[in-house]
Nanobody, 125 residues
Framework: QVQLVESGGGLVQAGGSLRLSCAAPGGTVSRYIMGWFRQAPGKEREFAASITWSGEMTSYADSVKGRFTISRDNAKNTMYLQMNSLKPEDTAVYYC??????????????????WGQGTHVTVSS
């Protein structure tokens, strides 16, 4: 069992930046594929970004590509999502997740084994 804890959410103006963190206290995620998903009010959870266990490969949704950067520090058991040039449509609850298996399914939420509780991001216009 892997416990994931997100932090770093908050209220920011459009054009601003936030950095989300996903920690695994008491555990290790160094061998897991990790991802960030988000869910806006009244909408389904959607893929935002994912990263291989080594950090060599990353993948982004078109809606965040060029503005968000996913990274990880396995020594700290922590994953990050740097979010720049934020837009009001980025407002959502952001979840981190971990999975085993292949990287090719990393965009599918139902392929992930462990989830955090989420952190709220609100972008004002």
């Amino acid at each position: 069992q892997v416990q994931l804890v997100e932090s770093g959410g908050g209220l920011v103006q459009a054009g601003g930046s936030l950095r989300l963190s996903c920690a695994a206290p008491g555990g290790t995620v160094s061998r897991y594929i990790m991802g960030w998903f988000r869910q806006a009010p009244g909408k389904e959870r959607e893929f935002a970004a994912s990263i291989t266990w080594s950090g060599e490969m990353t993948s982004y949704a078109d809606s965040v590509k060029g503005r968000f950067t996913i990274s990880r520090d396995n020594a700290k058991n922590t994953m990050y999502l740097q979010m720049n040039s934020l837009k009001p449509e980025d407002t959502a609850v952001y979840y981190c997740a971990a999975k085993t298996g292949t990287y090719f399914s990393s965009r599918s939420a139902n392929m992930y084994d462990y989830w955090g509780q989420g952190t709220h991001v609100t972008v004002s216009s």
